[in-house]
DNA sequence: CTAGGGTTAG
């Protein structure tokens, strides 16, 4: 073969080859016949050998050329390391280049432009820059593109942009390193204003470009865009594309829209691992944990799961406290080197303590061997979720010696003060908090706001609230909740309309604080307010809204709108039908609430033991023992709920309610759990109807025993002395209470008259019109009379003559909210009364008299349930 | 194109 033809035929066989063996054969070929170091073929292998991921094969090659004076075949081996990852070699090379006085022309740059890049070299990228404008390279497309990119690398997006303004020439590759480098700064605005202007300029866009927008769109939850762009998706032909629609899914998850990230995973004929990833680690944080880990064993057919993969679904683990899957995951993590990852080991930290496992958490900690802070942060807070508080603070000693605590240590800190409840050591966080001065992070501030209701201290709540020189979303949710806690309502609603007024939309998290502050002050038309404002947000599908909805109206006196509330809702939960139960069982329908529960069970909702609290109330509270009982039986045999002291307590109450003293004790003297205040005071209760002062006594007695911290039972008790005359035992029981700080709580009532509400303690005298309300209560009580009616003194609570006893009688706080309401009303206007505490017997029997004389409904809220007068009679049918 | 610790509501 002539030599010139053996040239072209291997140059041919060295452009053609597609496998390292293929270019091994042809270079050693090159070799034995002597042409490998002509600078056309050598440039070719380096090159070839980079596209093949081997740079040291590419460096040989580079040194055999000798001497290798020709910029080409530098560019050559610079754009081969640079290629591959080698950025410092690369610049090394460059170096080498200037020393040899060999001149970089405008192919050199690009390159070098990329390893600043990829260095992070600000330095040296910047002495590029300038050196390449002097030798007037300004002008050169690729050169100009490479220099976006770099900048928008050093986050540095207004020389980019600088770059590309002054630009005389711009090619699509131009526009996606603008708008990538916008994206992936976040400056997502400015990402999605360059997509638009390269529409506006006629560029067609390509999948880059839709991979430089997608996330921008997803950032700024750009609902339209994202669409139009999915649009351009089909319209351009990249339909097909993995990682187009792998960035698809990242959208649609960030937007929340699941449907749509079905739509696109369902139509994807082919799938990587980052599809799998994308989407179960979109789900997990969607909250459908289940789903996540389901998607997870789908993928383990057709691929093996990677880093990422173990991470994601991790997290759904340590959310659904799957230790079983946890300690797998970690296992397979372990055979494939993945925990020598930072963010893996602290992932799995994690997920150990999310699962309740410290221990676990702790070794994989000890094992790292490059922790951050992120590792110390979640091994802290795992320590302090699992309620080891002692471990916590060890360990912080320990990490204060290392390295600084940052915000979200404090966080966690915080935490720990507000489980545990202590004052005293969220004041000292506090002081700490200052002197590092993460009190001027939102989240810490928020997270103060938060310890101090918790611990009780609304007070300090307020006051750290109003320091607050920024307050966000969460801040007014919190002070709104802590408000809500410390049952606060007028400061709460006037923490929402300040928030309104501030121009701050509220969330479901604010909606969620500020309906059951209605259901507390039993504010029907506030409520309603909500309800509006609910629909117009768009927040009515959200079920804990629902929930929160049907409790505020049947709280506020409206069964029939919790009836529609729950009625139009599409999915319920159980809190749901707990609360429709519950809801029925204030209005004594217990018919109504076992069929709620017996649809519940064929709607195919597992109960838990709260709704078994609500259905044993709904029977004690309409007299349906039987029934009761079955459900209490149901309750270990059927749904295999373990019966806890309330479920006792209810029983007890609804046996003893309905007069059936000695079967209630039998029950109790038969429970397998100690009884409690809560069980003896239920029946204590139950004793004060029936009259039976001897037995009465004698569960007195227990209750005095016990030395419960709720004053409640005492004062029954202590009633229970009183009416038979025993006053040492009453004081006894008094000084007991004072000695350990326990006071009763007083009693009150209060009534909304035109959108104002009056507030009334047991023996008001200081309101106006106190004497009106008087007179007109002493003509009731003549009239009343005269219809056979005597005082029930046992209701009065106090060591006082009988004469005095029924002043305080006719002082109880609902009477005079009665008679006031009364007064202020139109006649035949139905009224709504409510009282922190039970009604006493005395007073259900006037009221129903009172209804019956003045021929108007009256509505009373007590502390357990509805009733409602009307013509002389209770709703209760007198089982309350 | 995919991953980690933190605040409200529950």
């Given at each position: 073969?002539?030599?010139?033809?053996?040239?072209?035929?291997?140059?041919?066989?060295?452009?053609?080859a597609?496998k390292?063996r293929?270019?091994?054969k042809?270079?050693?070929?090159l070799?034995?016949?002597?042409?490998?170091?002509?600078?056309?073929?050598?440039?070719?292998?380096?090159?070839?050998?980079?596209?093949?991921?081997?740079?040291?094969?590419?460096l040989?090659?580079?040194?055999?050329?000798?001497?290798?004076?020709?910029?080409?075949q530098?560019n050559?081996?610079?754009r081969?390391?640079?290629?591959?990852g080698?950025?410092n070699d690369?610049?090394?090379?460059?170096?080498?280049?200037?020393?040899?006085?060999?001149?970089?022309?405008?192919?050199?740059?690009?390159?070098v432009?990329?390893?600043?890049?990829?260095?992070?070299?600000?330095?040296?990228?910047?002495?590029?820059?300038?050196?390449v404008?002097e030798?007037?390279?300004?002008?050169?497309?690729?050169?100009?593109?490479?220099?976006?990119?770099?900048?928008?690398?050093?986050?540095?997006l207004?020389n980019s942009?600088?770059?590309?303004d002054?630009?005389?020439r711009?090619?699509?590759?131009?526009?996606?390193s603008?708008?990538?480098?916008?994206s992936?700064?976040?400056?997502?605005?400015?990402?999605?204003?360059?997509?638009?202007q390269?529409?506006?300029?006629?560029?067609?866009?390509?999948?880059f470009?839709?991979?430089?927008?997608?996330p921008?769109?997803?950032?700024?939850?750009?609902?339209?865009?994202?669409q139009?762009?999915h649009?351009?998706?089909?319209?351009?032909?990249?339909?097909?594309?993995?990682?187009?629609?792998?960035?698809?899914l990242?959208?649609y998850?960030?937007?929340?829209?699941?449907t749509?990230?079905?739509l696109?995973?369902?139509e994807?004929?082919?799938?990587d691992?980052?599809?799998?990833?994308?989407?179960?680690?979109?789900?997990?944080?969607s909250?459908?944990?289940?789903?996540?880990?389901?998607?997870?064993?789908?993928m383990l057919?057709?691929?093996?799961?990677?880093?990422?993969?173990?991470?994601?679904?991790?997290?759904a683990?340590?959310?659904?406290?799957?230790?079983?899957?946890?300690r797998d995951?970690h296992?397979?993590?372990?055979?494939?080197g993945?925990?020598?990852?930072?963010?893996?080991?602290?992932?799995?930290?994690?997920?150990?303590?999310?699962?309740?496992h410290?221990?676990?958490?702790?070794?994989v900690?000890?094992?790292?061997?490059?922790?951050?802070l992120?590792?110390?942060?979640?091994?802290?807070?795992?320590?302090?979720?699992?309620?080891?508080?002692?471990?916590?603070i060890?360990?912080l000693k320990?990490m204060k010696?290392?390295?600084k605590?940052?915000?979200?240590?404090?966080?966690?800190?915080?935490?720990m003060?507000t489980?545990?409840m202590?004052?005293?050591?969220?004041?000292?966080?506090?002081?700490?908090?200052?002197?590092?001065?993460?009190?001027?992070?939102?989240?810490?501030?928020?997270?103060?706001?938060?310890?101090?209701a918790k611990?009780?201290?609304?007070?300090?709540?307020?006051?750290?609230?109003?320091?607050?020189?920024?307050?966000?979303?969460?801040t007014w949710n919190?002070?709104i909740?802590?408000?809500l806690?410390?049952?606060?309502c007028?400061?709460?609603?006037?923490?929402?309309?300040?928030?309104r007024?501030?121009?701050?939309?509220?969330?479901?998290?604010?909606?969620?604080?500020t309906?059951?502050?209605?259901?507390?002050l039993?504010?029907k038309?506030?409520?309603?307010?909500i309800h509006?404002?609910?629909?117009?947000?768009?927040?009515e599908?959200?079920v804990?809204?629902?929930?929160a909805?049907?409790?505020m109206?049947?709280?506020?006196?409206?069964?029939?709108n919790?009836v529609?509330?729950?009625?139009?809702?599409?999915t319920?939960?159980?809190?749901?039908?707990?609360?429709?139960?519950?809801?029925?069982g204030?209005?004594?329908?217990?018919?109504e609430?076992?069929?709620?529960?017996?649809?519940?069970?064929?709607a195919?909702i597992?109960?838990?033991?709260?709704v078994?609290?609500?259905?044993?109330?709904?029977?004690?509270?309409?007299?349906?023992?039987?029934?009761?009982?079955?459900?209490?039986?149901?309750?270990k045999?059927?749904y295999?709920?373990?019966?806890?002291?309330?479920?006792?307590?209810?029983?007890?109450d609804?046996?003893?309610?309905?007069g059936?003293?000695?079967?209630a004790?039998?029950?109790?003297?038969?429970m397998?759990?100690?009884?409690?205040?809560s069980?003896?005071?239920?029946?204590?209760?139950?004793?004060?109807?029936s009259g039976?002062?001897?037995?009465?006594?004698?569960?007195?007695?227990?209750?005095?025993?016990?030395?419960?911290?709720?004053?409640g039972?005492?004062?029954?008790?202590?009633?229970v002395?009183?009416?038979?005359?025993?006053?040492?035992?009453?004081?006894?029981?008094?000084k007991?209470?004072?000695?350990?700080?326990?006071?009763?709580?007083?009693?009150?009532?209060?009534?909304?008259?035109r959108?104002?509400?009056?507030?009334?303690?047991?023996?008001?005298r200081f309101?106006?019109?106190?004497?009106?309300?008087?007179?007109?209560?002493?003509?009731?009580?003549?009239?009343?009379?005269?219809?056979?009616?005597?005082?029930?003194?046992?209701?009065?609570?106090h060591?006082?003559?009988?004469?005095?006893?029924?002043?305080t009688?006719?002082?109880?706080?609902?009477r005079?909210?009665i008679?006031f309401g009364l007064?202020?009303?139109?006649?035949?206007t139905p009224l709504?009364?409510?009282?922190?505490?039970?009604?006493?017997?005395?007073?259900?029997?006037?009221?129903?008299?009172?209804?019956?004389?003045?021929?108007?409904e009256?509505?009373?809220?007590d502390?357990?349930?509805?009733?409602?007068?009307?013509?002389?009679?209770c709703?209760?049918?007198?089982?309350w």
């Open positions: 073969m002539r030599p010139g033809k053996l040239y072209t035929s291997l140059a041919k066989a060295l452009s053609s597609t390292p293929d270019l091994h042809v270079h050693s070929l070799i034995t016949s002597g042409i490998d170091q002509s600078v056309f073929i050598s440039g070719k292998l380096i090159t070839k050998y980079a596209q093949f991921r081997d740079p040291h094969a590419s040989s090659t580079f040194h055999r050329v000798s001497p290798t004076t020709n910029v080409y530098w050559t081996i610079i081969a390391m640079t290629h591959n080698l950025y690369a610049l090394g090379l460059y170096t080498q280049m200037k020393i040899l006085n060999i001149q970089p022309d405008r192919y050199t740059f690009p390159s432009i990329n390893c600043c890049a990829g260095l992070l070299n600000f330095e040296t990228g910047r002495l590029v820059h300038d050196h404008m030798m007037g390279f300004a002008s050169d497309l690729y050169i100009g593109n490479s220099f976006i990119d770099m900048f928008s690398r050093f986050g540095d207004g942009r600088n770059v590309f002054e630009m005389p711009r090619d699509v590759v131009s526009w996606n603008l708008i990538s480098g916008y992936s700064n976040g400056y997502w605005e400015e990402a999605l204003e360059m997509f638009h390269s529409r506006v300029s006629g560029m067609v866009p390509d999948a470009m839709v991979l430089s927008v997608l921008a769109c997803g950032g700024l939850v750009a609902v339209e865009e994202g139009m762009v649009g351009l998706v089909e319209k351009i032909g990249i339909k097909a594309d993995v990682v187009v629609n792998n960035g698809l990242s959208m998850f960030k937007f929340g829209n699941l749509s990230c079905h696109v995973f369902d994807m004929a082919f799938r691992t980052v599809t799998w990833n994308t989407v179960i680690c979109g789900y997990s944080h909250g459908l944990y289940e789903e996540s880990i389901k998607l997870f064993f789908e057919y057709k691929f093996n799961p990677d880093m990422l993969t173990t991470t994601s679904v991790l997290l683990c340590s959310h659904v406290g799957d230790l079983k899957l946890g995951i296992d397979f993590m372990m055979r494939n993945y925990q020598c990852d930072t963010t893996a080991s602290n992932i799995l930290i994690n997920m150990y303590s999310k699962c309740g410290s221990l676990a958490a702790r070794a900690f000890d094992l790292m061997k490059c922790r951050d992120v590792s110390w942060n979640s091994l802290i807070h795992g320590y302090i979720q699992n309620e080891r508080f002692e471990e916590a060890d360990f320990t010696m290392e390295l605590p940052d915000f979200v240590t404090y966080m966690a800190l915080l935490s003060s489980q545990l202590n004052i005293l050591h969220a004041k000292e966080l506090h002081c700490d908090i200052i002197k590092t001065g993460y009190d001027s992070t939102l989240a810490v501030g928020n997270a103060l706001v938060d310890v101090y611990c009780g201290k609304l007070e300090d709540s307020l006051n750290q609230f109003e320091n607050m020189k920024t307050r966000d979303i969460v919190t002070i909740a802590a408000c806690r410390c049952k606060d007028e400061t709460g609603f006037r923490m929402t309309s300040q928030m007024m501030e121009g701050m939309l509220p969330d479901v998290a604010t909606l969620l604080g309906l059951p502050m209605c259901s507390l039993a504010a038309r506030q409520g309603k307010e509006g404002c609910i629909l117009k947000l768009g927040f599908l959200d804990p809204i629902g929930n909805l049907i409790e109206y049947s709280k506020c006196g409206s069964l029939k919790s529609l509330v729950f009625k139009h809702m599409k319920k939960d159980v809190v749901t039908w707990t609360a429709m139960i519950s809801a029925y204030m209005y004594g329908e217990g018919r609430a076992l069929k709620a529960f017996e649809e519940m069970d064929t195919g597992v109960p838990d033991h709260i078994f609290v609500a259905i044993l109330y709904a029977c004690s509270h309409s007299g349906l023992v039987k029934e009761g009982q079955l459900c209490f039986d149901q309750m045999k059927k295999n709920i373990e019966p806890r002291i309330e479920h006792y307590a209810c029983v007890v609804l046996l003893s309610r309905s059936l003293l000695a079967e004790e039998d029950f109790i003297l038969s397998p759990l100690k009884p409690d205040a069980i003896w005071g239920a029946l204590l209760s139950a004793c004060r109807a039976d002062i001897n037995f009465a006594e004698r569960v007195s007695e227990r209750i005095v025993e016990l030395k419960s911290y709720d004053p039972y005492y004062v029954l008790a202590s009633n002395y009183a009416s038979l005359g025993k006053w040492d035992q009453v004081r006894t029981i008094r007991s209470l004072k000695d350990r700080g326990l006071r009763k709580t007083p009693g009150y009532s209060w009534v909304e008259i959108n104002k509400i009056y507030t009334f303690g047991t023996g008001d309101f106006e019109q106190y004497e009106d309300v008087n007179k007109l209560l002493e003509t009731f009580s003549d009239l009343m009379a005269r219809e056979g009616y005597v005082a029930n003194l046992k209701c009065a609570l060591d006082v003559e009988e004469d005095e006893k029924r002043d009688l006719c002082g109880h706080s609902e005079l909210a008679a007064l202020n009303t139109k006649p035949g709504q009364i409510l009282k922190n505490l039970r009604v006493c017997g005395d007073c259900h029997t006037v009221t129903k008299y009172i209804s019956k004389i003045v021929q108007r009256i509505l009373v809220r502390a357990n349930r509805f009733h409602l007068f009307k013509d002389g009679k709703s209760c049918g007198d089982h």
